[in-house]
C-alpha cells in the first residue's frame, strides 16, 4: 500500500489564485513528520514547509500553509495568490520511526503549472 | 557555504561496469541518504545512514551498496549496473530530528546502457 498518495498528476491554475495540492498518508506511527518539496525544472529540491504530528496549529511559511487534518490522515499544501515562479512538480513526503530507524517516503508528486 | 555535493551530475555508462557516485555534506549531519526519482514515482529511498558506520536499506535497495566511513561522505555504488537503473540519483542529508528538512545534493543522471 501506498505510505503517500498525491492524487493529482498535474494541475493547471491561473496566476494570483490560491491552490491547494493534495496529500494523504498512512502510518501507524504515533510520532511522525510531514514535508513539502518544490522542484523546479532546473531539477533541484526545495523544502517548503513542516507539519509535525503533534502539532496543534497547521504550518505556515509565507504563501505557503499545509491543512493537517490528523484524523483523515491528509496534509494538503495550500499556495496563497499564486506566480509564474511556482510552476514546479511538488513533492509531500513523510518521516516515520520503524524501530529505532527513520525512513522518509515520498509521493509521486504533483506538477503545477501556472498560467499567466 | 552549506551544501550538498553529488559527483558526477551526469554519467552514460554500460551495463556491468561498475560505478560510485560520490556524496559529501559540510553540515556534520548525521542522516545521510540516497534516492532515485522516475518519472510517476516520485523519489524513493535506496539506503540511509543514521551515523558513521551504521547504513539501512530503504524501499529499493537491490542492486546498490553503500558506506558510511565519514560523516561527510555517503557513497553510494552499483558493483553491476543494469539499464533499469538508469534515473536521476538524489542524495540528502539532515540532523537527526524528526522536524529537519532533508538538504538536497543537485542530482546525478545516470544512464546506464
Known amino acids: 500500500a501506498q505510505k503517500i498518495t498525491q492524487t493529482q498528476p498535474g494541475m493547471f491554475v491561473q496566476e494570483k489564485e490560491a491552490v491547494t495540492l493534495d496529500c494523504t498518508y498512512d502510518t501507524s506511527d504515533p510520532s511522525y513528520g510531514l514535508f513539502w518539496y518544490k522542484q523546479p525544472s532546473s531539477g533541484e529540491m526545495i523544502f517548503l514547509i513542516y507539519q509535525g504530528s503533534y502539532d496543534q496549529q497547521n504550518a505556515t511559511e509565507g504563501r505557503y500553509s499545509l491543512n493537517f487534518q490528523k484524523a483523515r490522515k491528509s496534509a494538503n499544501l495550500v499556495i496563497s495568490a499564486s506566480q509564474l515562479g511556482d510552476s514546479a512538480m511538488y513533492f509531500c513526503?513523510?518521516?516515520?520511526?520503524?524501530?529505532?530507524?527513520?525512513?522518509?517516503?515520498f509521493g509521486q508528486g504533483t506538477r503545477l503549472t501556472i498560467n499567466p | 557555504e552549506a551544501q550538498v555535493t553529488q559527483n558526477p551530475r551526469y554519467l552514460i555508462t554500460v551495463t556491468g561496469k561498475k560505478l560510485t557516485v560520490t556524496c559529501s555534506q559540510n553540515?556534520?549531519?548525521?542522516?545521510m541518504s540516497w534516492y532515485r526519482q522516475d518519472p510517476g514515482l516520485g523519489l524513493r529511498q535506496i539506503y540511509y545512514?543514521?551515523?558513521?558506520?551504521?547504513?539501512d536499506k530503504g524501499d529499493v535497495p537491490e542492486g546498490y551498496k553503500v558506506s558510511r566511513k565519514e560523516k561527510r561522505n555517503f557513497p553510494l555504488i552499483l558493483e553491476s549496473p543494469s539499464p533499469n537503473q538508469t534515473s536521476l540519483y538524489f542524495c540528502?542529508?539532515?540532523?537527526?530530528?524528526?522536524?529537519?528538512?532533508?538538504?538536497f545534493g543537485d542530482g546525478t543522471r545516470l544512464s546506464i546502457l
Open positions: 540528502a542529508s539532515s540532523l537527526l530530528g524528526q522536524e529537519e528538512p532533508q538538504h
Open positions: 553540515m556534520n549531519h548525521e542522516y
Open positions: 513526503a513523510m518521516r516515520e520511526r520503524i524501530q529505532g530507524a527513520q525512513k522518509l517516503v
Open positions: 545512514s543514521m551515523n558513521v558506520e551504521v547504513t
